[in-house]
């Protein structure tokens, strides 16, 4: 099975400041990768899919980027709305998995 | 507007039995894949399974294989989780979820609500 693990745990970063997000493959996963932000009592969001693909809606600040085994998304300049939890997912191999997170707090 | 709207919140006992549902609207139902995902309280998302209504093609997580079983009514456009005798480490959200296209491996962008699932004595 494909193991994705995502770091840092947890971000701090101050409003307006750059985010930098990071999952690894435990194998290729080719760019079939997505990432998706939850907020506290809400379904998980899509924001990216094709590794680099923005999904309908979504801002121009999220972006993605990577292949094979390494995976990146940005946050350009963080706003109040995204601090959140960040999910990214392989869609290449069965069974689908998720990273663990990466909680984006106010610093 | 496409749709996925999951059955209410459940309390069940240890050993009970349960099936929550995600009602499926705005699309066809029985060309897109649905998934089921689990968050126990205070962690990630886990992938349980999927299937696909046109043909009832089912797969398991092996994480979940034979804990859950996943079933689909395509005459009222929804699909099922059930379990034949829940636990209390079964307490958790448990959301549906509709690929982007008509293929098992894609992104997820149609979510449900989730269903908040309490197993206690």
């Known amino acids: 099975d494909t193991v994705m693990t995502q770091s840092p745990a947890t971000l701090s970063v101050s409003p307006g400041e750059r985010a930098t997000l990071s999952c690894r493959a435990s194998?290729?996963?080719?760019?079939?990768v997505a990432w998706y932000q939850q907020k506290p009592g809400q379904a998980p969001r899509l924001l990216i899919y094709?590794?680099?693909t923005r999904a309908t809606g979504i801002p121009a600040r999220f972006s993605g980027s990577g292949s094979g085994t390494e995976f990146t998304l940005t946050i350009s300049s963080l706003q109040s709305e995204d601090f959140a939890v960040y999910y990214c997912q392989q869609y290449n191999n069965w069974p689908l998995a998720f990273g663990g997170g990466t909680k984006v707090e106010i610093k | 507007e496409v749709q996925l709207v999951q059955s209410g919140a459940e309390l069940k006992k240890p050993g009970e039995s349960l099936k929550i549902s995600c009602k499926a609207s705005g699309y066809y139902f029985n060309d897109y894949w649905i998934a089921w995902v689990r968050q126990m309280p205070g962690k990630g998302l886990e992938w349980m399974g999927i299937?696909?209504?046109?043909?009832?093609?089912?797969r398991y997580s092996p994480s979940f294989q034979g804990q859950v079983t996943i079933s689909a009514d395509k005459s009222i456009t929804t699909a099922y989780l059930q379990w034949s005798s829940l636990k209390a480490p079964d307490t958790a959200i448990y959301y549906c979820a509709r690929p982007r296209d008509s293929n098992i491996a894609d992104a997820f962008d149609i979510w449900g609500q989730g269903t908040v699932v309490t197993v206690s004595s």
């Open positions: 094709g590794t680099s």
């Open positions: 299937i696909y209504p046109g043909d009832s093609d089912t």
């Open positions: 194998q290729s996963v080719s760019t079939t």
